[in-house]
């Protein structure tokens, strides 16, 4: 697959779902709040998962693109939920990018 792992994080910082060892509590908290400070802050500190930090390549005010060596992330906010996925060495980050917003996607027309 074109995801190598996930979450589901709410913007109050929850973990709803996520892939086994994905995510800390303090991760999570992290990244919500990040995307509640704006793009600003994604584009001055990156984020980090798993231990890992990526640093930014896109930053805007729903969408976060980042790297770290050959692996990558995006993490896409909708109305309630951010959506976070990585990719492992090898594959094209814009096969992640569209997996991940298109969640999102889907869970804004399903209000969240």
Known sequence: GYVAAGALVGTDGSIWATSPDFITQDEASAIAAAFAAGPGKLQEGGVT?????????????????????????CAAKSGSVITIGVHAEGVNPAYLNQTVERLRDYLESSGY
């Open 49 to 73: 998962v798993k231990g890992n930090k990526y640093f930014t390549l896109k930053a805007e005010a729903n969408l976060f693109y980042g790297k770290k060596g050959p692996q990558g992330i």
